[in-house]
């Protein structure tokens, strides 16, 4: 049962009207209407702007400057049930990029983040304090056109302090008409499979969204070039269970479990591409739908189990 909204009703309205009168090239114009303008950094180090009906209300910033402040390993940090089971004290500062609800662990398991990624807006309305409570000044945030604009609607003064890097869709595109395949299969950075499964070699100009922002993180993930990438809280099977901070009764929609099949597509498309990099990716859920798919359990992370007295 869901005790809150997820979106306004108005915004429901305004996806509505989009799909009706711009039709389906253009539904996703309702990601920036109304009144979200973006600018994209023209530069390596360069930044862009974030306008909100007319006022400059922040800077986005190219994926380098992630590249730049990622280490040897990057973790990406989801929110199923299972990472009440890890050890986040053998992850160092700066290695986590934190999916959604997974920014709870912020100033408790982990303290110092790599960056946070949102690109679901009902996340932003269901619990927009808890983003304000978690994520500090000077943080590299990864984010959604529809995140963005649900951020200003909420606090358009919010981003002033964050790093933002634009998590675009590269099938439906920041002021751009949807994308077909073909027109995906023409750009050099650009690889999608015969099954429909996408990877992105250069997130900023766009990434392949797969069902859940885990697959958007991989690619933003592998862009850094890391020697591994860990992968928690990646649970997928268990998708319809409390997440790891939520109660019985309190859980949010989650459409993760209808796109498991999809998610894990993305995910053997990547390894294949991170092989190629000699980049290794680690499971460090232990029920995790990708074990099935050839992504073993790896238990270095686990919680000691308490010894009894």
């Given at each position: 049962m869901k005790l809150k909204s997820e979106r306004p009703f108005k915004r429901s309205i305004v996806k509505l009207a989009t799909t009706v009168f711009f039709g389906k090239a253009w539904a996703h114009a309702q990601n920036w209407i109304p009144g979200l303008d973006l600018r994209l950094p023209e530069a390596l180090e360069g930044e862009g702007t974030i306008r909100f009906r007319g006022e400059p209300v922040g800077r986005l910033y190219h994926a380098d400057l992630l590249?730049?402040?990622?280490?040897?390993?990057?973790?990406?940090?989801?929110?199923?049930?299972?990472?009440?089971?890890?050890?986040?004290?053998?992850?160092?500062?700066?290695?986590?990029?934190?999916?959604?609800?997974?920014?709870?662990?912020i100033g408790s398991r982990i303290a110092e983040p790599l960056a946070i990624a949102i690109e679901d807006e009902r996340f932003v309305w269901r619990h927009f304090a808890l983003?304000?409570?978690?994520?500090?000044?000077?943080?590299?945030?990864?984010?959604?056109?529809?995140?963005?604009?649900?951020?200003?609607e909420n606090d358009r003064g919010w981003?002033?302090?964050?790093?933002?890097?634009?998590?675009?869709?590269?099938r439906k595109p920041y002021r751009?008409?949807?994308?077909?395949?073909?027109?995906?299969?023409?750009?050099?950075?650009?690889?999608?499979?015969?099954?429909?499964?996408?990877?992105?070699?250069?997130?900023?100009?766009?990434?392949?969204?797969?069902?859940?922002?885990?697959?958007?993180?991989?690619?933003?993930?592998?862009?850094?070039?890391?020697?591994?990438?860990g992968l928690f809280g990646i649970d997928i099977s268990n998708a319809g269970d409390p997440r790891?901070?939520?109660?019985?009764?309190?859980?949010?929609?989650?459409?993760?479990?209808?796109?498991?099949?999809?998610?894990?597509?993305?995910?053997?498309?990547?390894?294949?591409?991170?092989?190629?990099?000699?980049?290794?990716?680690?499971?460090?859920?232990?029920?995790?739908?990708?074990?099935?798919?050839?992504?073993?359990y790896d238990s270095r992370f686990a919680l000691a189990k308490a010894v009894n007295a």
């Open positions: 590249r730049r402040a990622a280490r040897g390993t990057v973790h990406i940090v989801g929110s199923g049930p299972s990472i009440a089971g890890v050890d986040f004290s053998k992850v160092g500062p700066g290695e986590a990029i934190l999916l959604n609800g997974a920014i709870n662990l983003m304000r409570e978690k994520i500090v000044s000077g943080a590299i945030c990864l984010l959604s056109v529809g995140v963005i604009r649900a951020i200003c981003l002033a302090n964050k790093r933002v890097i634009l998590i675009d869709d590269l751009t008409r949807r994308r077909s395949d073909e027109e995906i299969r023409a750009l050099d950075f650009a690889v999608l499979d015969d099954g429909g499964a996408g990877f992105s070699r250069d997130p900023a100009r766009g990434v392949f969204q797969g069902g859940s922002v885990a697959v958007s993180a991989l690619q933003f993930a592998v862009f850094c070039q890391p020697r591994s990438i790891f901070y939520e109660k019985v009764g309190d859980t949010a929609g989650s459409g993760i479990a209808g796109a498991a099949g999809r998610i894990v597509a993305h995910f053997l498309l990547a390894r294949q591409l991170c092989a190629e990099r000699n980049i290794e990716i680690r499971n460090f859920s232990p029920v995790s739908a990708l074990i099935g798919a050839g992504f073993p």
